[in-house]
């Protein structure tokens, strides 16, 4: 797992202790991040949005320099799924 990876997570479990579905997070060239019920981990499975950014947004979004809906709509951040659930992912984010 990649050291992006690693942190990301970490920093996720303690901005999202629980969320109520499944999303993932995909950083291209580093791997991608599964957040559910059980928790948020390192993974690549079947979610119901797919958020993908590079290392760079998605670092700036964890860390509240960037806003998520922001990055959306600049093209930063894309999203393939269920847009509600999205908006649920950047405002717990936010």
Same mark, same amino acid.
């Given at each position: 797992?990649?050291?992006?990876?690693?942190?990301?997570?970490?920093?996720?479990?303690?901005?999202?202790?629980?969320?109520?579905?499944?999303?993932?997070?995909?950083?291209?060239?580093? =791997?991608?991040?599964?957040? @559910?019920? /059980?928790?948020?981990? !390192?993974?690549?499975?079947? #979610?119901?949005?797919?958020?993908?950014?590079?290392?760079?947004?998605?670092?700036?979004?964890?860390?509240?320099?960037?806003?998520?809906?922001?990055?959306?709509?600049? =093209?930063?951040?894309s999203v @393939?799924? /269920?847009?509600?659930? !999205?908006?649920?992912?950047? #405002?717990?984010?936010?």
């Open positions: 797992m990649s050291e992006v990876i690693s942190a990301a997570v970490a920093a996720l479990r303690v901005k999202v202790p629980n969320f109520d579905g499944v999303a993932k997070f995909v950083i291209p060239g580093e =791997g991608s991040i599964m957040m @559910d019920q /059980a928790g948020v981990r !390192a993974g690549d499975e079947e #979610a119901e949005v797919t958020m993908t950014a590079s290392a760079e947004v998605f670092q700036a979004i964890l860390a509240g320099e960037m806003n998520p809906t922001m990055a959306f709509m600049t =093209g930063k951040l @393939d799924g /269920a847009m509600g659930l !999205a908006m649920k992912v950047g #405002a717990a984010l936010g």
